[in-house]
């Protein structure tokens, strides 16, 4: 028992303390040491004794970090607890292959040069965890960091995972620090002037919103929807009554150019008289243009999709959510293994549509994004090149009640504004619903419809997760882009790290064998 605690103890609590980092827990400064237990406990380890301790690290973090998955036994039953661990698992492999590398290289060039390696690796393989089988950079360690808006305007430099450079990179000084006494003093003084800089950096980044003389104006409604009443068609009229009775209650007291709800609001088909009707007085009476999401069907194949609606209830633009939701929206693999679907509930069978739309709104241009997508950076990069001046997210979240995913996505949808200097309107059926600027402040609802149709400010002082779950409407000035500080889309710096992984890896081979080739010699 003591042998495994000492092999094990310490990534166990590089797990937890990394963990701790993201919200709900928002100890976000630990993220400067929270890997030194895993590192310092791995320093002699060969290249499999060091996977499997990043592999414990790892999936500890997963664990804890996606508890909000387990929320779905709700509705998957105990299928949710077994793919929340097999996800884990998948992940945590990745770190595995980060820390293999790390080892491998430290063990045939130097400890120093190993320090400076893995931040690169680490890098690439966040590049990478958020990618291939189709994707989940929900861990992203720069996603713990949304109170830190000085370090994340990083992100406009080289994406989300490029932060992690500065992150990794300091805990392996102090690592290295704390195993050895030779140059102790150095690599703390450097690894705290590297934090000192990141921070330094990324203020000069930050630059004050624009909104122009004439500011367009955006009304959000958060519906609080439960699933249940999604699922049931007797509250499919009910509920786009309730949010054209909220819309027009907000209108009646603010100027509104465009109104947003959330996804999967309108549950029916959109063209259907009834709801069409519904959604035709709150456009006609609020002055305003409506995107919404709403399923679609056509020639049999379900779609999640959002629509632009305009003057007199007339279509004018339609989106197709490109990237759909594992095991949420279709299962992976179904075609070759259709027993699968047998196992593990899901909404399943949704089509995915095959291109990104921009929609013109007044002057300015609107780029869709539908809950799922908000999570890859090309997407929102693409949009920007198609000409959208600013961004919206549209997403349920229903399905995960209170739980952390909630404050965890609002961050990872700020980190979207800051990559494409674009303002970003985030509308969330159960929360947490406002505008972020380009460079990520973000301003949250803050009026409730009382049983009168008047509005009432929230009280003074009130936190984003205190509006977790509750019906809330507000209305806001977009932001004017603003200016990339880079001539290239962000992510590619973070692709870049790939390639530099591998060369380091040649480049520590190289040395090694230098070595083994010397040694005889010297002898």
Same mark, same amino acid.
């Given at each position: 028992?003591?042998?495994?605690?000492?092999?094990?103890?310490?990534?166990?609590?590089?797990?937890?303390?990394?963990?701790?980092?993201?919200?709900?827990?928002?100890? $976000?400064?630990?993220?400067?040491?929270?890997?030194?237990?895993?590192?310092?406990?791995?320093?002699?380890?060969?290249?499999?004794?060091?996977? +499997?301790?990043?592999?414990?690290?790892?999936?500890?973090?997963?664990?804890?970090?996606?508890?909000?998955?387990?929320?779905?036994?709700?509705?998957?039953?105990?299928?949710?607890?077994?793919?929340?661990?097999?996800?884990?698992?998948?992940?945590?492999?990745?770190?595995?292959?980060?820390?293999?590398?790390?080892?491998?290289?430290?063990? +045939?060039?130097?400890?120093?040069?190993?320090?400076?390696?893995?931040?690169?690796?680490?890098?690439?393989?966040?590049?990478?965890?958020?990618?291939?089988?189709?994707?989940?950079?929900?861990?992203?360690?720069?996603?713990?960091?949304?109170?830190?808006?000085?370090?994340?305007?990083?992100?406009?430099?080289?994406?989300?995972?490029?932060?992690?450079?500065?992150?990794?990179? *300091?805990?392996?000084?102090?690592?290295?620090?704390?195993?050895?006494?030779?140059?102790?003093?150095? +690599?703390?003084?450097?690894?705290?002037?590297?934090?000192?800089?990141?921070?330094?950096?990324?203020?000069?980044?930050?630059?004050?919103?624009? $909104?122009?003389?004439?500011?367009?104006?955006?009304?959000?409604?958060?519906?609080?929807?439960?699933?249940?009443?999604?699922?049931?068609?007797? $509250?499919?009229?009910?509920?786009?009554?309730?949010?054209?009775?909220?819309?027009?209650?907000?209108?009646?007291?603010?100027?509104?150019?465009?109104?947003?709800?959330?996804?999967?609001?309108?549950?029916?088909?959109?063209?259907?008289?009834?709801?069409?009707?519904?959604?035709?007085?709150?456009?006609?009476?609020?002055?305003?243009?409506?995107?919404?999401?709403?399923?679609? +069907?056509?020639?049999?194949?379900?779609?999640?999709?959002?629509?632009?609606?305009?003057?007199?209830?007339?279509?004018?633009?339609?989106?197709?959510?490109?990237?759909?939701?594992?095991?949420?929206?279709?299962?992976?693999?179904?075609?070759?293994?259709?027993?699968?679907?047998?196992?593990?509930?899901?909404?399943?069978?949704?089509?995915?549509?095959?291109?990104?739309?921009?929609?013109?709104?007044?002057?300015?241009?609107?780029?869709?994004?539908?809950?799922?997508?908000?999570?890859?950076?090309?997407?929102?990069?693409?949009?920007?090149?198609?000409?959208?001046?600013?961004?919206?997210?549209?997403?349920?979240?229903?399905?995960?009640?209170?739980?952390?995913?909630?404050?965890?996505?609002?961050?990872?949808?700020?980190?979207?504004?800051?990559?494409?200097?674009?303002?970003?309107?985030?509308?969330?059926?159960?929360?947490?619903?406002?505008?972020?600027?380009?460079?990520?402040?973000?301003?949250?609802?803050?009026?409730?419809?009382?049983?009168?149709?008047?509005?009432?400010?929230?009280?003074?002082?009130?936190?984003?997760?205190?509006?977790?779950?509750?019906?809330?409407?507000?209305?806001?000035?977009?932001?004017?882009?603003?200016?990339?500080?880079?001539?290239?889309?962000?992510?590619?710096?973070?692709?870049?790290?790939?390639?530099?992984?591998?060369?380091?890896?040649?480049?520590?081979?190289?040395?090694?064998?230098?070595? *083994?080739?010397?040694?005889?010699?010297?002898?």
């Amino acid at each position: 028992m003591k042998a495994a605690l000492q092999k094990y103890g310490p990534p166990v609590l590089s797990g937890v303390l990394l963990a701790s980092c993201f919200p709900v827990f928002n100890l $976000y400064p630990l993220v400067w040491i929270a890997l030194i237990p895993l590192l310092a406990g791995s320093k002699n380890d060969a290249p499999m004794a060091a996977a +499997r301790q990043f592999f414990v690290a790892g999936f500890v973090f997963h664990v804890i970090l996606l508890q909000w998955m387990i929320t779905n036994i709700m509705w998957a039953g105990g299928w949710a607890i077994i793919g929340q661990q097999l996800l884990c698992v998948v992940l945590a492999l990745f770190w595995a292959a980060s820390g293999a590398a790390w080892s491998w290289a430290r063990n +045939r060039a130097s400890a120093l040069l190993a320090a400076l390696s893995l931040p690169v690796f680490w890098v690439a393989m966040e590049q990478l965890q958020g990618t291939v089988f189709t994707g989940l950079g929900w861990s992203t360690l720069v996603y713990s960091q949304g109170t830190d808006l000085a370090l994340i305007q990083w992100a406009a430099i080289g994406s989300a995972p490029f932060v992690s450079l500065f992150i990794v990179l *300091t805990n392996a000084l102090f690592a290295l620090a704390i195993a050895d006494k030779k140059a102790r003093y150095p +690599r703390l003084a450097v690894g705290l002037l590297i934090i000192a800089g990141a921070h330094a950096g990324g203020y000069l980044l930050l630059d004050d919103a624009e $909104y122009g003389d004439n500011p367009f104006r955006v009304g959000i409604f958060q519906s609080n929807f439960p699933q249940e009443m999604k699922w049931d068609r007797a $509250y499919t009229l009910d509920m786009v009554e309730k949010a054209v009775e909220h819309s027009l209650a907000l209108a009646r007291e603010e100027d509104i150019d465009l109104m947003v709800w959330p996804e999967a609001l309108v549950m029916g088909d959109i063209t259907d008289p009834l709801i069409l009707d519904s959604i035709s007085s709150a456009v006609r009476g609020g002055g305003f243009q409506l995107f919404t999401g709403a399923a679609r +069907r056509e020639n049999g194949r379900d779609y999640n999709s959002s629509y632009l609606i305009g003057e007199e209830a007339r279509i004018i633009d339609t989106y197709d959510k490109i990237h759909l939701a594992p095991f949420g929206e279709y299962i992976p693999f179904s075609s070759y293994l259709p027993f699968v679907a047998r196992f593990v509930p899901s909404i399943g069978g949704m089509t995915a549509g095959t291109e990104p739309t921009v929609m013109r709104v007044g002057d300015r241009w609107l780029g869709p994004l539908i809950c799922f997508e908000m999570l890859f950076p090309p997407m929102s990069q693409r949009l920007k090149a198609e000409g959208a001046d600013f961004l919206t997210v549209i997403t349920n979240l229903g399905w995960f009640g209170r739980s952390n995913a909630l404050p965890q996505e609002i961050d990872i949808a700020r980190i979207r504004a800051i990559e494409t200097r674009l303002p970003l309107v985030h509308s969330a059926n159960t929360g947490i619903s406002g505008v972020f600027d380009p460079w990520g402040r973000f301003t949250m609802v803050d009026a409730v419809v009382d049983p009168r149709g008047r509005l009432v400010r929230t009280r003074e002082g009130i936190r984003p997760r205190d509006i977790i779950m509750n019906r809330l409407v507000g209305a806001f000035d977009l932001a004017q882009p603003g200016q990339s500080p880079v001539p290239y889309p962000p992510h590619y710096l973070a692709w870049s790290m790939l390639p530099l992984s591998l060369a380091l890896i040649a480049f520590a081979g190289w040395i090694g064998k230098r070595k *083994t080739i010397q040694t005889p010699e010297q002898s």
